[in-house]
């Protein structure tokens, strides 16, 4: 019989810290930042604000950055309440439903940046 491997999927630094800081805000419900996960050239870099500066923005609105995945207040409550409370359970139904937000996201992406 053959085994089964489990799927792995190896993320970058970037990712992996928007995924936990992300994940700790749904936990906390904590909504007094932006959390950005950015795209310099291949490489993601995690970015937690309370607004994105101008700077920033311009280079986004340029297509210099792309910006893959976006959590503001809404999504960040709306993932606190379905998660239905702060222990094991809820936090890996946060982990997974922040992982579908990003796929999606990175779909969007593509089809806007091109790639």
Do not use: P
């Given at each position: 019989?053959?085994?089964?491997m489990a ?109």
């Amino acid at each position: 019989m053959a085994k089964m491997m489990a799927k792995t999927m190896i993320l970058q630094k970037g990712e992996r810290d928007y995924i936990n800081g992300v994940v700790q805000a749904i936990m906390d419900c904590d909504v007094s930042n932006e959390h950005w996960l950015l795209d310099y050239d291949g490489v993601l870099k995690y970015k937690a604000c309370k607004v994105i500066d101008a700077a920033l923005e311009a280079q986004i609105n340029s297509g210099k950055i792309k910006a893959r995945c976006y959590f503001g207040e809404f999504l960040i409550r709306n993932f606190h309440y379905k998660a239905g409370g702060t222990d094991d359970l809820s936090k890996q139904w946060a982990k997974k439903a922040v992982k579908a937000v990003i796929s999606h996201g990175k779909k969007t992406a593509l089809a806007v940046y091109g790639r």
